[in-house]
């Protein structure tokens, strides 16, 4: 059974860090993209972050040069690291792999989720 773990959720003050990670489980981990997509209230979920089995990523623009994923296999962890942050970054995020040999970056092609940790950005 594959699990997705996120934590390192919390609350921050605008400008400040907050590092998310992602321990995964029941797949052969480093054959996965993992990625990260987050949901405000009322707002439907969107793209974050991804990086690839062979470590290429992609980032949505609204978070690119201030987020930063990674991966480590023999941790079967992922994380985001997310520097700046801004209160429209407010939202819960959520991990995702996908068993592409590409990096996507639509929600409905990747295969397990994670249930999700809450980062709250004040102003």
């Known amino acids: 059974q594959v699990q997705l773990v996120e934590s390192g959720g919390g609350s921050v003050q605008a400008g400040g860090s907050l590092r998310l990670s992602c321990a995964a489980s029941?797949?052969?981990?480093?054959?996965?993209?993992m990625g990260w997509f987050r949901q405000a209230p009322g707002k439907e979920r969107e793209f974050v972050a991804a990086?690839?089995?062979?470590?290429?990523?992609v980032y949505a623009d609204s978070v690119k040069g201030r987020f930063t994923i990674s991966r480590d296999n023999a941790k079967n962890t992922v994380h985001l690291q997310m520097n700046s942050l801004k209160p429209e970054d407010t939202a819960a995020y959520y991990c995702?792999?996908?068993?592409?040999?590409?990096?996507?970056?639509?929600?409905?092609?990747?295969?397990?989720w994670g249930q999700g940790t809450q980062v709250t950005v004040s102003s």
């Open positions: 995702a792999a996908d068993h592409d040999v590409v990096a996507r970056t639509t929600a409905p092609e990747f295969d397990y």
């Open positions: 029941g797949l052969f981990f480093s054959w996965y993209t």
């Open positions: 990086i690839s089995r062979s470590d290429d990523t």
